[in-house]
Nanobody
């Protein structure tokens, strides 16, 4: 069964850092477009960062630009979201989404179950 599992969330003080991981099982993450979304309490899910196959393709929401970095390590079958200078408004459940495989005309979306990030002093 194809699965993408997030980890790395937790409680962090404002200004701190966390690195989220999204590990794929069964499939090779190198064939998937990867993205991170978040959903804060009472708000809609929003796109935070996305990456096609090439690391040079990364794009970010304005609210996290220059603070968050999306990356992938194909050898570990894992995507990451490095989050620096965290703010209370970054508090949310963070989800990874994989779309692919990229060589199919009809790609499939897979979602992880999410990991909670709480930014508070």
């Amino acid at each position: 069964q194809v699965q993408f599992v997030e980890s790395g969330g937790g409680l962090v003080q404002p200004g701190g850092s966390l690195r989220l991981s999204c590990v794929a099982s069964v499939v090779s993450i190198s064939n998937y477009y990867m993205s991170w979304y978040r959903q804060a309490p009472g708000k809609e899910r929003e796109l935070v960062a996305a990456m096609l196959i090439s690391p040079d393709s990364a794009e970010y929401a304005d609210s996290v630009k220059d603070r968050f970095t999306i990356s992938r390590d194909n050898s570990k079958n894992t995507a990451y979201l490095q989050m620096n200078n965290l703010k209370p408004e970054d508090t949310a459940v963070y989800y990874c989404k994989a779309r692919g495989p990229h060589y199919f005309s009809q790609m499939v979306d897979y979602w992880g179950k999410g990991t909670l990030v709480t930014v508070s002093s």
